[in-house]
């Protein structure tokens, strides 16, 4: 039997990349320009889901998507204010916990400029945080997969009185079905692609109409060429993560998912993952370590629960378990930048929103992770069952199964949320992530 | 060199320690009842089984912990998982059982475990205490009932009712609204048993149906636990004589293997080991008549003929 997991080891286990910290600022100051929109005039745009948003901010349009900021004001354990206001108000515990914060968050900017519609609740104070967005002039629904997408625009709506204009993208479940059917390839993936494509020129005329003015299409062509650009940056540090030990890990990663999802398509992302990509080439010239004694490497299936991200970065460091790779940031993201033209960027942007990680059936889902998997050599995976999430959840189960019986990698479950720390068990993860690793030593010795 | 090792596990309502002899043979053994990782009662397991074996705690090579209360124990040198202990623990009291199902107070798990004892896949209940000891526990004070009762009770169950909540405190409520229906003890009770009998099925099909199966932990001495879970599970189920100290005994096997690999590097002969080689020879028959003793084997052996005595006459012998 070799050394047993043990937790106790002093603060600051995880050796986080540096110019990740780059990403705070960034972030800081995207708010920042969002909070001000209305005092700048600019039309704003509330959209959940896929990554619409270098189609708005071309056009000069103020983008809010919601998960991004239930996720940052979970992050900074500012999400409390929001998801009370969203309870009372009447929304259910079990709802998705990004929409239910950012309900909240639509219900507390009434109150704010409205003073308090509740007899339990105070108008909010300036500093929460949560009362700040600007309201949307439009709302744009392009959800792949999760039914919650729409109903989340359309309870959005009601709460800004069913005022605001909508327009809806249809992304179709990827079935492949079909002999040719694959990933990326097939008739049903040329179908759904020129399918999503018709309806996003539809969504630019939408955008025309709410400007007044016509499509600046030369913008969206600049702005896709930095995305494009940012993409393949990022995908050459992660693929650079196959080192062993691992430069960095899955909570850089989703750090590193604002820069590459929702802020301003500028040269700064550019900037940011040219940092990442150089400083991860660095350590794995030095042989640097994300993890400095790794001894296991793992694959995290499910959305990051962003109140614990330093918590869990610190938790697995102290395993000396590099996470090397995940489903939420390894299959998400503008993943494809090969489909990616910028000069006529528009079936590309709708080919990468169809190939969201859940958007896929089964056999593609599976294959794509066991693949991540071989391809980062983990022993092991740790599924975040994200409570409520159903949809990144749902298949978790025959995700182990196939790992198990194809990989034969150990794998574990726990529970947790994206928002909502309520649902998390500290002591439930710890047995749970223990007893794999355990299992992982055991594994090792016998096949001395 | 010492020559006992203790294993303990500090549970979420019952506390067992273990004492083994260098050739892991149980020595003494004891479960206490205090509540929830309640320091006095696991005190008095590892009292218990130290005045058992009129043994002091410095007596002990080894002292592993499991159990949700692992790491509050001062006493023990390392700590493990109760999935890893349990699985230990249960091949070595069922060495066949290639599946293992332990329903402890908190939670419960299915365990694949391969010959050795070792993990080759583990589930364990999500969100609460849906089918496990406290399930019952609840469920038990609901009917005004003791626990030790309950399986009794229920075996004599008529007609098949259904408690579908997968929360102890919901389930009371459905427990409580049952009999204000006018249903009987017993058949409500049959039904509290099938619920958990469903939901340990859930975790069985996460590890795979492969048996043997053994079941441990204190639910395992439940007559009718075991006999709903059997029923769903279409496959009988092992039940050892101390289900409840299947991870206290796992820990202590655990303590003994580290236990011996310090005292190998340190160069020390452990006797006990070679008692155990001697004794694997002499089980050997690598030949007609042989058991680890050639000698004996020429005297002993049958007559062997054409082709067989050629074939026996390549054989490598032992020594």
Avoid at chain 1, 398 to 412: K, N, V, W
Avoid at chain 2, 84 to 94: D, K, W, Y
Wanted: aromatic share 8%; with cysteine; net charge negative.
């Amino acid at each position: 039997m070799n050394a047993p997991v043990t937790l106790p080891k002093p603060p600051g286990a995880a050796n986080k990349l540096k110019s990740t910290r780059m990403a705070g600022k960034l972030v800081n100051d995207y708010w920042e320009m969002v909070w001000r929109a209305k005092e700048e005039g600019k039309l704003v745009c509330w959209y959940e889901g896929s990554s619409i948003n270098p189609f708005l901010e071309a056009a000069d349009i103020v983008w809010v998507h919601g998960e991004a900021y239930s996720a940052m004001l979970a992050a900074r354990h500012q999400e409390g204010p929001a998801q009370a206001a969203a309870e009372e108000r009447g929304y259910l515990r079990e709802l998705c916990s990004y929409a239910r914060t950012h309900l909240g968050c639509a219900v507390n900017n009434q109150r704010h400029r409205n003073g308090s519609d509740s007899a339990f609740a105070d108008v909010p104070a300036d500093e929460d945080i949560s009362a700040k967005l600007p309201p949307p002039d439009m709302i744009i629904s392009a959800y792949a997969y999760c039914s919650t997408g729409q109903q989340w625009d359309e309870m959005t709506s009601r709460l800004f009185g069913k005022k605001i204009p909508i327009f809806n993208v249809s992304i179709p479940w990827i079935w492949a079905s079909g002999k040719d059917a694959g990933y990326c390839r097939g008739q049903e993936w040329e179908e759904t692609s020129r399918y999503v494509a018709r309806q996003l020129e539809e969504m630019v005329k939408f955008i025309e109409e709410q400007t007044g003015k016509p499509y600046p299409w030369d913008r969206l062509r600049e702005l896709m060429g930095n995305v494009k650009k940012a993409s393949e940056l990022r995908l050459e540090a992660m693929d650079m993560c196959r080192a062993k030990p691992a430069p960095a890990t899955l909570f850089d990663w989703s750090v590193s998912i604002a820069p590459i999802n929702q802020l301003p398509c500028t040269t700064d992302i550019v900037d940011y993952f040219t940092n990442v990509r150089n400083e991860v080439a660095e350590r794995v010239r030095t042989g640097e370590a994300a993890v400095p004694k790794e001894k296991y490497r793992l694959f995290f299936d499910g959305i990051m629960n962003w109140n614990k991200l330093g918590w869990l970065a610190e938790k697995f460091a102290r395993y000396d378990a590099a996470v090397v790779a995940g489903r939420y940031t390894h299959m998400a993201f503008w993943q494809e930048p090969d489909l990616i033209d910028p000069n006529n960027p528009v079936m590309g942007m709708g080919q990468n929103y169809l190939i969201c990680p859940n958007n896929h059936s089964s056999p593609i889902l599976i294959d794509l992770i066991m693949g991540l998997c071989e391809k980062y050599e983990v022993d092991g995976i740790v599924f975040h069952a994200t409570r409520t999430c159903r949809a990144f959840t749902n298949p978790m189960f025959m995700i182990a199964q196939e790992a198990t019986s194809r990989l034969g990698i150990q794998t574990t479950m726990f529970e947790g949320d994206v928002a909502d720390e309520t649902f998390y068990k500290d002591e439930l993860l710890n047995t749970r992530v223990e007893a794999m690793l355990e299992a992982i030593d055991q594994k090792r010795l016998s096949a001395f | 060199m010492k020559k006992h090792v203790m294993g303990i596990d500090f549970g979420s309502t019952t506390a067992k320690a273990v004492i083994v002899d260098m050739r892991g043979r149980i020595i003494a053994w004891s479960v206490s009842h205090m509540g929830a990782v309640s320091d006095a009662a696991v005190h008095e397991a590892v009292a218990d089984v130290l005045t058992q074996a009129s043994l002091k705690q410095e007596d002990m090579g080894r002292c592993v912990s499991t159990g949700y209360g692992r790491r509050m124990l001062d006493i023990a040198d390392k700590n493990f998982t109760e999935i890893t202990c349990h699985a230990r623990g249960a091949v070595a009291m069922v060495p066949e059982a290639r599946l293992v199902i332990d329903i402890g107070g908190q939670d419960s798990k299915t365990i694949a475990v391969d010959a050795n004892g070792l993990v080759a896949q583990f589930a364990m209940n999500d969100r609460c205490a849906a089918g496990t000891g406290k399930f019952l526990e609840v469920l038990a004070r609901a009917m005004e009932i003791e626990l030790e009762e309950m399986g009794d009770i229920a075996m004599k169950a008529q007609e098949e009712l259904k408690i579908s909540s997968m929360c102890a405190t919901f389930a009371e409520t459905e427990v409580i609204s049952l009999r204000a229906e006018g249903h009987s003890k017993e058949n409500v009770l049959g039904a509290v048993h099938q619920s958990i009998a469903t939901r340990t099925l859930g975790l069985v099909n996460r590890v795979g149906k492969k048996g043997p199966a053994v079941m441990t932990g204190g639910v395992a001495r439940n007559k009718a636990a075991v006999h709903y879970i059997e029923k769903v599970l279409g496959i009988p189920l092992i039940l050892p004589e101390t289900p409840q100290i299947a991870g206290a005994l796992g820990a202590a096997l655990i303590g003994l293997d580290d236990y011996k690999a310090e005292l190998a590097e340190s160069g020390q002969t452990i006797e006990e080991d070679y008692e155990v080689d001697a004794q694997m020879a002499f089980d050997k028959a690598c030949v007609t008549g042989c058991k680890g003793d050639p000698a004996e084997a020429e005297k002993n052996a049958p007559a062997v003929t054409g082709k067989l005595k050629s074939m026996m006459s390549n054989l490598q012998k032992h020594f």
